[in-house]
């Protein structure tokens, strides 16, 4: 079976750190597309960064320069170092993995077409 599980998430004062990481399994993850996404409350999931299965890497501009996605295909894993938290960055972090094909594409296309986690709170106070 399919199954990606996150881990990492947990509550951090504004300024502070979380590193989170994704193992994924059932599926041979380091041909697919990774990524990270984030749902606040009364918000929609929105993507924050993805890695190629080459390695290169997209961030949102919210997240740039604090952010950084990063993958391990050895291990299947794949982690989002978050760095000079800000309240505005809470929200339920959700690991991905989808074909290339859709590596750019926005959530409509990731919500039907990616395997997904089932996610990990990030609250940043």
């Known amino acids: 079976d399919v199954q990606l599980v996150e881990s990492g998430g947990g509550s951090v004062q504004a300024g502070g750190s979380l590193r989170l990481s994704c193992v994924a399994s059932?599926?041979?993850?380091?041909?697919?597309?990774m990524a990270w996404f984030r749902q606040a409350p009364g918000k929609e999931r929105e993507k924050v960064a993805r890695?190629?299965?080459?390695?290169?890497?997209w961030h949102d501009d919210s997240v740039k320069g604090r952010f950084t996605i990063s993958r391990d295909n050895a291990k299947n894993t794949q982690h989002l170092q978050m760095n000079s938290l800000k309240p505005e960055d809470s929200a339920t972090y959700y690991c991905?993995?989808?074909?290339?094909?859709?590596?750019?594409?926005?959530?409509?296309?990731?919500?039907?077409?990616?395997?997904w986690g089932l996610g990990t709170q990030v609250t940043v106070s």
């Open positions: 991905a993995a989808a074909q290339m094909t859709f590596c750019s594409g926005g959530y409509s296309f990731w919500r039907v077409h990616a395997y």
């Open positions: 059932g599926f041979t993850s380091s041909t697919y597309c």
């Open positions: 890695i190629e299965n080459d390695g290169r890497t």
